[in-house]
């Protein structure tokens, strides 16, 4: 699931790396590359329009942040519009005020109703719920058959007609089922319908009837996520037949391209409650709209860190450092030493590399980075008067046998980070002249 989406994003991601800033025709491709990369995911047409219009939207206006470069700040306005079309906060079920939750589940045949049923109650009992189930699929061969067990695989009860009281009515089982579980005390009732290959009125009107009979709590229409753009006229079908108010995507193991997981809410504007990923009966988890988001962008922690560095990055002394390279300030040593600490602040740098997309190249050069290197910087520029470290090109050779002397370093210590001071300067007034802020300038290796 996702695995094509993922690699054609983290490929549109990898175009803009090194960028200083994203003119208009960076932000086009990006966003055509995004359009191709849903599309190609079998996402439904409106909503790769609208997802594409507000990323191109963001990216543009999109504030300089100093601690994200262009490339991190698309991933992040992408992953924040991700996380919007798949439903935005993750929606709980809702439980009764009084008297037992009802709960039904529609959808076609095969979408794994049954299965998921099962594991909704297991999800249930294991959250101190006692549930029953309703067998109200009364068409299908088997259904009650295998309804029954599954509920004996999860240990929960199944209330279903009697057998040889004919074919049996489903809406008179459903309304049955409700006294049945007021009486045994149980608390929520998961009431299965029929399904049919094909949507059909007959089947619609059915589901119709028992929700009308049962009044529950929630509809959720249940979908099979491998079926693609199918899913979303389905979606549709029932959404005019039968009304619902949540989903659950099956079948999310699959190698499904992930299309109806990233259509559904924005077509129905119904929110994809439940996810069900597996024959086991524990393959079920509530959906986390944020951490669907993460896994289709396969960046590891990489929003945590976008988080953290915002979070630590001192935005007020980056932009009184950029503002002094624009006016033709000069950058001392103790801004240097400032940006150093900036860095530190990070965390470990190597860790923060390693939460980074596409940065196998860096984290190589980082593998053995010492974070001790910060301490003996900083102790050599405390060692440094005032007026070298306002101005380095005075550091000559007497002083820097000084320097190396009053911080117990060797001159070659003292030399090296004179040079890379320069190299950080260098890189930052040209980066000031590109009009981005600088951010982690003159790092140690
Ligand atoms: P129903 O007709 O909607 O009740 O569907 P079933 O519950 O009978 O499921 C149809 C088939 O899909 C069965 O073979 C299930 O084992 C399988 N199935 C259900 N859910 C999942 C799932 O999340 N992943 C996988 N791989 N198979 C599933």
Redesign the pocket.
Same mark, same amino acid.
């Given at each position: 699931m996702f695995a094509t989406l993922s690699d054609r994003l983290a490929d549109t991601f990898k175009n803009l790396r090194g960028k200083g800033r994203l003119s208009e025709a960076d932000i086009d491709a990006t966003a055509r590359e995004i359009r191709i990369a849903l599309l190609e995911a079998d996402v439904a047409l409106p909503v790769v329009k609208e997802f594409t219009r507000a990323v191109k939207e963001r990216a543009r206006g999109a504030e300089v942040s100093g601690a994200l470069n262009p490339a991190q700040q698309v991933v992040k306005i992408v992953n924040e519009e991700l996380v919007a079309i798949l439903g935005g906060e993750t929606r709980r079920l809702r439980y009764a005020k009084s008297g037992p939750t009802v709960i039904l589940l529609a959808?076609l045949?095969?979408? @794994?109703?049954?299965? +998921?049923a099962a594991k909704l109650a297991k999800w249930l009992k294991d959250q101190g719920k006692s549930p029953v189930l309703v067998a109200c699929d009364l068409q299908r061969p088997n259904a009650v058959q295998?309804l029954q067990v599954n509920g004996e695989r999860v240990g929960v009860p199944v209330f279903a007609p009697e057998p040889g009281n004919g074919t049996g009515d489903p809406v008179a089982v459903a309304t049955a089922s409700l006294e049945h579980a007021r009486r045994t005390l149980h608390d929520v009732v998961i009431v299965d319908t029929a @399904?049919r290959l094909g949507v059909d009125a007959e089947m619609m009107q059915q589901a119709a009837d028992i929700r009308d009979a049962v009044r529950p709590d929630e509809v959720l229409f249940?979908v099979d996520a491998m079926i693609g753009q199918d899913a979303v006229s389905t979606a549709q079908a029932f959404l005019d037949g039968v009304g619902f108010d949540g989903v659950v995507l099956?079948? +999310? !193991? @699959?190698d499904a391209r992930g299309g109806a997981a990233l259509s559904i809410r924005g077509i129905t504007d119904r929110p994809v409650m439940f996810a069900?990923?597996?024959?086991k009966m524990t !393959?079920f988890d509530v959906f986390h709209p944020d951490r669907m988001a993460s896994r289709i962008l396969d960046m590891g922690d990489v929003m945590t860190l976008i988080e953290q560095a915002e979070k630590a990055f001192d935005s007020e002394k980056a932009l009184k450092a950029a503002e002094k390279l624009g006016s033709g300030g000069d950058f001392t040593l103790d801004d240097f030493l400032e940006q150093m600490q900036q860095v530190r602040k990070l965390g470990s740098l190597s860790s923060i590399l390693g939460m980074l997309p596409g940065m196998g190249q860096m984290r190589e050069q980082l593998a053995d980075f010492d974070e001790r290197s910060i301490d003996r910087i900083q102790a050599v520029i405390q060692s440094m008067t005032p007026a070298e470290r306002a101005d380095p090109t005075i550091i000559n050779g007497s002083r820097r046998a000084r320097i190396a002397k009053g911080c117990g370093q060797t001159v070659s210590d003292v030399n090296q980070l004179v040079d890379r001071f320069f190299e950080a300067r260098k890189m930052m007034q040209q980066m000031a002249r590109g009009g981005g802020i600088p951010g982690m300038p003159g790092m140690p290796g």
């Amino acid at each position: 699931m996702f695995a094509t989406l993922s690699d054609r994003l983290a490929d549109t991601f990898k175009n803009l790396r090194g960028k200083g800033r994203l003119s208009e025709a960076d932000i086009d491709a990006t966003a055509r590359e995004i359009r191709i990369a849903l599309l190609e995911a079998d996402v439904a047409l409106p909503v790769v329009k609208e997802f594409t219009r507000a990323v191109k939207e963001r990216a543009r206006g999109a504030e300089v942040s100093g601690a994200l470069n262009p490339a991190q700040q698309v991933v992040k306005i992408v992953n924040e519009e991700l996380v919007a079309i798949l439903g935005g906060e993750t929606r709980r079920l809702r439980y009764a005020k009084s008297g037992p939750t009802v709960i039904l589940l529609a959808g076609l045949q095969g979408a @794994g109703k049954t299965t +998921l049923a099962a594991k909704l109650a297991k999800w249930l009992k294991d959250q101190g719920k006692s549930p029953v189930l309703v067998a109200c699929d009364l068409q299908r061969p088997n259904a009650v058959q295998q309804l029954q067990v599954n509920g004996e695989r999860v240990g929960v009860p199944v209330f279903a007609p009697e057998p040889g009281n004919g074919t049996g009515d489903p809406v008179a089982v459903a309304t049955a089922s409700l006294e049945h579980a007021r009486r045994t005390l149980h608390d929520v009732v998961i009431v299965d319908t029929a @399904g049919r290959l094909g949507v059909d009125a007959e089947m619609m009107q059915q589901a119709a009837d028992i929700r009308d009979a049962v009044r529950p709590d929630e509809v959720l229409f249940v979908v099979d996520a491998m079926i693609g753009q199918d899913a979303v006229s389905t979606a549709q079908a029932f959404l005019d037949g039968v009304g619902f108010d949540g989903v659950v995507l099956t079948k +999310l !193991d @699959g190698d499904a391209r992930g299309g109806a997981a990233l259509s559904i809410r924005g077509i129905t504007d119904r929110p994809v409650m439940f996810a069900s990923s597996g024959e086991k009966m524990t !393959d079920f988890d509530v959906f986390h709209p944020d951490r669907m988001a993460s896994r289709i962008l396969d960046m590891g922690d990489v929003m945590t860190l976008i988080e953290q560095a915002e979070k630590a990055f001192d935005s007020e002394k980056a932009l009184k450092a950029a503002e002094k390279l624009g006016s033709g300030g000069d950058f001392t040593l103790d801004d240097f030493l400032e940006q150093m600490q900036q860095v530190r602040k990070l965390g470990s740098l190597s860790s923060i590399l390693g939460m980074l997309p596409g940065m196998g190249q860096m984290r190589e050069q980082l593998a053995d980075f010492d974070e001790r290197s910060i301490d003996r910087i900083q102790a050599v520029i405390q060692s440094m008067t005032p007026a070298e470290r306002a101005d380095p090109t005075i550091i000559n050779g007497s002083r820097r046998a000084r320097i190396a002397k009053g911080c117990g370093q060797t001159v070659s210590d003292v030399n090296q980070l004179v040079d890379r001071f320069f190299e950080a300067r260098k890189m930052m007034q040209q980066m000031a002249r590109g009009g981005g802020i600088p951010g982690m300038p003159g790092m140690p290796g």
